[in-house]
């Protein structure tokens, strides 16, 4: 798993090595491009939105968002990751926090009309992603959406055909969303939808019931 350091390393390089992965349908970034304009556009739905981007990375999408005029509070633990961002969004509220801590404590009383996040949370074990994902259902407004793009399945079987296929090239350390496992253990708090983009990846959205 790699710490703040890691991706700190990895920042400079970071976009272009999604875009190769995405425009050669590989795992774990095909559907990347896709995805990732699916979330653009739903936030665009929603003129001046308040928006929370978690792992915001080098803000490919949030700087996007920012451009059009959305609100934008980020959590990321890597310096230089919030460095190019920074660059790209000189006035939005970045934070460096460590979500596996929670939401930090300056966000706890603020709401959100739309709390994003892409290819960050699978950091999280299961259990925390439950957790962490309960804190946030606390942070949206009435209308509000979670939108979480990630390396992402359907099902456990279709997870495990996946890493069948990928070989050595699946990454061990890192514990992907099973769409029909969280919304068991969430659906009694709020709505769910997961919405397919390639092979392995897929938007969950969840909103207040
Ligand atoms: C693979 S990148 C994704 C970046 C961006 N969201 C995207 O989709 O291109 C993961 C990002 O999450 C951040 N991250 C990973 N684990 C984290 C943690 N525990 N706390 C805060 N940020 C974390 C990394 O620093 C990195 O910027």
Redesign the pocket.
Known sequence: M?N?HG??L??DR??AS?RHADESSQYPFAG?ARL?NSIYGAIMNRPSSRVL??????????SRLYDAGHAITG????LE?IKIAHSKMPDANLLQ????LGVPPALRNQTFDFII????LH??SDDAKVDFIAELLGLLAPQGAILI?DVCFQTRSALLSCKAACGNTWDTDEIYFVFSELQERLSPFCRMAFHEFSFCSGVIEIRKS
């Open positions: 790699l703040n991706f700190d990895w920042s970071y976009d999604v990347y990732m981007d978690i792992g915001f990375g080098t803000a490919v999408l949030t959590l990321d633990f890597s990751m926090w460590d979500f596996t996040s892409t290819y960050a950091h999280l793009g």
